[in-house]
């Protein structure tokens, strides 16, 4: 296995990280648990939150992979529960959301708060920002706020100084993904929702499995890496904790439905 302090190491001294290999086929078996995010890793990155294309079949891919799995599979997203139910309807299988405030077990109607909500005011500090500078989308959550600029890229510099400046003052996490920022509440990482899974009995005893494509999927990559488990990494080549890589939604897509298909799969279908 391919050790990830290798790839951080690298790029910590200015070298480009070695690239990584894809993982070995997924086996739904009673040793395997699997974490999946959502956008970049199941579903493209659109301009909008709201554009992004959801195929028709994904929502029943996800109930059947927990199906075989017996429950051992959870969805750790950046996005609400309830924006990621009104795009693949009702789910039945363990979701953590807004990047593991919101944890919901398989069959659970209700979801667990692992963080605090998120302050009004700081709410409206960054969007006060994000109106005056281009009107850059603003995304309220549970326990964060995500201001996404893809269309506003010359405002970044302002809106990282402004988010850190909200972080220090108010003692809360900022996470810069794919051309979004966020203000997160502690406990609010997936790492965290991770290890909570991980403590439930349908969880226990397994090697889990992560697949994400963005730094806000690190805290992850590092929790299950300490569980005997390893991450997969979506996209391009970067430092991460990551021990495997598969290089886009396509790929994940193609992994997932041979894991659920394999005869068709060994027969080139």
């Given amino acids: 296995m391919t050790d990830p302090s290798d790839s951080l190491s690298l790029a910590e001294h200015g070298a480009a990280p070695r690239d990584l290999p894809p993982p070995a086929p997924l086996r739904l078996n009673a040793r395997t648990a699997l974490f999946l995010d959502f956008d970049g890793t199941l579903v493209e990155i659109a301009d909008h939150p709201d554009a992004v294309f959801v195929p028709d079949t994904l929502g029943e891919t996800i109930h059947a992979l927990a199906r075989a799995l017996e ?23 363990a979701i953590a959301g807004s990047h593991g405030g919101e944890f919901r077990p398989a069959g659970a109607r209700e979801a667990e708060a692992l963080a605090e909500p998120l302050p009004a005011h700081v709410l409206e500090r960054l969007s006060s920002f994000a109106r ?18 893809r269309r506003h890229p010359g405002a970044l510099t302002g809106l990282l100084a402004c ?66 488990g390893a991450g997969v990494l979506v996209g391009p080549l970067r ?3 990551a021990h495997w890589r598969l290089p886009d939604v396509d790929a994940v897509h193609a992994w997932l439905d041979a894991a659920l298909n394999p005869s068709a799969a060994s027969k080139g279908i």
């Fill in 163 to 228: 988010a850190e400046e909200i972080a220090r003052s108010e003692g809360i996490a900022m996470k810069h993904g794919k051309q979004v920022v966020e203000l997160v509440m502690p406990g609010s990482d997936k790492g965290s929702a991770v290890r909570a899974f991980m403590q439930r009995p349908e969880f226990q005893g397994t090697s889990p499995f992560f697949v994400g494509d963005d730094v806000t999927d690190e805290d992850a990559f590092e929790a299950v890496g300490s569980l005997e």
């Fill in 132 to 149: 005056a500078n281009g009107d850059m989308l603003v995304e309220p959550k549970p326990h964060s706020v995500a201001v996404h600029y």
């Fill in 71 to 93: 429950g051992r599979l959870a969805l750790v997203s950046g996005r609400a529960i309830d924006a990621l139910e009104a795009m693949l309807g009702p789910l039945e299988v």
């Fill in 239 to 241: 430092a991460t904790a």
